[in-house]
């Protein structure tokens, strides 16, 4: 790995670290604040509005832009005979649509209310698509990755969760939506906190050699 790398994949990986955390800890806090909200039943996307809407609202923005800069940090942390554009494209893409996801939620009640929870249903499901995509494409590239092939089967194991918990609210519609939409949710975090650890060893390791 050249110099200069590492000063590129280290700020994208602690940039994603932070804003998954920050994400984290606000949504899972909506989670009590929220009295009038059954968490079983409703998505994520109820907590936008209303009581402590904003924050939640916030959390959104900064994680995408914590998937912007991890869309490159990661392409340039990938040897260069593994880096997969799409990967990146795809990251790039969740991180792009979740400001739509959380904007449109503002739009309820007003005459444009049906053509926002058109874009917002869209944005969402393309959302949790190419996040789910990315990851198991990214976590291939990285197991055969020599500089990053150490330490990839937890992030290769909570890749394909996610993608099975994903698909299972699509064939089996009568399980809890809130409930299966947050532990999806909270396995792409986990697996993005995991990338963004691994990312940095990775850098380190290699600015040491």
Not at 95 to 104: D, E, N, S
Not at 110 to 120: G, I, K, W
Not at 126 to 133: D, K, N
Request: with cysteine; aromatic share 10%; proline share 6%.
């Amino acid at each position: 790995m050249t110099p200069t790398r590492p000063a590129i994949i280290l700020p994208t990986a602690h940039l994603l670290l932070f804003t998954v955390t920050v994400f984290a800890l606000i949504c899972g806090a909506a989670q009590f604040w929220r009295h009038d909200l059954d968490p079983i039943a409703v998505p994520l996307s109820i907590y936008l509005t209303g009581p402590g809407g904003a924050y939640v609202r916030l959390a959104y923005y900064l994680i995408s832009v914590g998937l912007l800069g991890f869309a490159l940090g990661s392409y340039r942390a990938t040897a260069p005979a593994l880096r997969s554009r799409l990967a990146s494209t795809l990251f790039a893409g969740a991180g792009l649509a979740l400001p739509l996801v959380a904007i449109t939620e503002l739009f309820a009640g007003t005459p444009h209310e049906n053509q926002a929870r058109l874009v917002h249903g869209l944005a969402a499901q393309a959302t949790f698509l190419w996040l789910s995509f990315g990851m198991l494409l990214l976590s291939a590239r990285w197991r055969r990755d020599p500089r990053l092939s150490a330490g990839t089967a937890p992030g290769w194991i909570i890749a394909w969760l996610a993608t099975i918990m994903l698909w299972l609210q699509v064939f089996l519609r009568d399980l809890p939506h809130g409930l299966m939409q947050k532990l999806t949710i909270a396995l792409i975090l986990v697996w993005l906190a995991w990338a963004a650890r691994h990312m940095r060893r990775a850098a380190l390791h290699q600015a040491t050699d």
